[in-house]
């Protein structure tokens, strides 16, 4: 796994900021566009066509609480990716992964994880942080969470399409390789 460089590290954050405020949205190209970089944020609500951030357990992921999604996918580096979250439950641990689909009425409607080899989503070779895009976080005393994933892969024809939030932190033991529990929200993104 490569590292970042601080100042990529501080990019993303600043990045990240303006991405819950609402800002930069209209400035990025949009990976999904043909452009390197995405950027996406939404407050969750219950769904609705075309709603951006999706709760399925309010008590978890409240209405109202907000997330953003910055990402840059160049074959040069990679694909870093960061998230960041405000209003969820104060000191309380979640995963969260990039997944095939975009987010539905349900949570199963984002499908499985995203996976650069595709194979079986329980096994620890392929259902792993360097084969996914893995933004496990755990929020502060504010309710507010911050999470990046660098990969050495850079995206192709295939795309996630959005970033599911789950129940706790992602498991990495055999026959449960990948799993973090219920999924509680979704963030659709263009990647």
């Known amino acids: 796994m490569k590292r970042l460089l601080p100042a990529t590290v501080t990019a993303f954050a600043a990045a990240s900021a303006l991405v819950l405020a ?15 970089v995405t950027i996406e944020h939404g407050k969750f609500g219950e769904y609705r066509e075309g709603r951006t951030a999706v709760t399925y357990d309010a008590e978890l992921v409240p209405e109202g609480a907000r997330a953003g999604v910055f990402a840059v996918s160049k074959s040069a580096f990679g694909t870093r990716t960061a998230l960041h979250v405000s209003g969820l439950v104060p000191n309380r641990e979640y995963g969260a992964h990039a997944h095939t689909e975009p987010c539905g009425e349900t949570g199963s409607a984002a499908g499985p994880h995203f996976q650069h080899v595709q194979g079986p989503s329980d096994d620890p070779a392929f259902a792993n942080p360097e084969n996914e895009i893995w933004l496990d976080f755990t929020t502060r005393a504010s309710g507010n969470g911050f999470a990046m994933s660098s990969v050495e892969w850079a995206f192709g024809e295939r795309r996630p399409q959005s970033i599911v939030i789950h129940d706790h932190h992602t498991s990495t033991a055999p026959g449960e390789a990948g799993d973090a529990g219920d999924r509680l929200a979704c963030i659709n993104v263009d990647f």
């Open 22 to 36: 609402g800002a930069g949205q209209a400035a990025a190209t949009p990976a999904g566009s043909g452009g390197p």
